[in-house]
Nanobody, 124 residues
Framework: QVQLAESGGGSVQAGGSLRLSCAAS????????MAWFRQAPGKEREAVAC???????PYAVSVKGRFTISKDNAKNTLYLQMNTLRPEDTAMYYC??????????????????WGQGTQVTVST
């Protein structure tokens, strides 16, 4: 099993940048596929990006070209670099993990472990 803890959220003006972190503990970090999801009030949780244990990184169309997912196995940490932020990016951002296949998926039920979330607010 693995425990996940997000950090790095905050408030930023449109066009600004933030980098989110997700610290993992409890199991071998490199054995997991990881993902970022987000959820705004009144909306469904949606996938942002994921990364396989091999480093393959699919992105949601809405963030492609603006966000970058990465990981540092030595630090047991997942990152989401968010650039050119828009008000519609405002949401609680969650990291998620799945132990097993050397794959990732951009749907919620694929993942077994979730962090508590970190809030991102983008103002106009």
């Amino acid at each position: 099993q693995v425990q996940l803890a997000e950090s790095g959220g905050g408030s930023v003006q449109a066009g600004g940048s933030l980098r989110l972190s997700c610290a993992a503990s409890g199991s071998t970090f490199s054995s997991y596929s990881m993902a970022w999801f987000r959820q705004a009030p009144g909306k469904e949780r949606e996938a942002v990006a994921c990364i396989t244990s091999d480093g393959i990184t699919p992105y949601a169309v809405s963030v492609k070209g603006r966000f970058t997912i990465s990981k540092d196995n030595a630090k047991n940490t997942l990152y989401l670099q968010m650039n050119t932020l828009r008000p519609e990016d405002t949401a609680m951002y969650y990291c998620a993990a799945k132990l097993g296949p050397y794959t990732c998926a951009l749907y919620e039920t694929y993942y077994s472990y979730w962090g508590q979330g970190t809030q991102v607010t983008v103002s106009t």
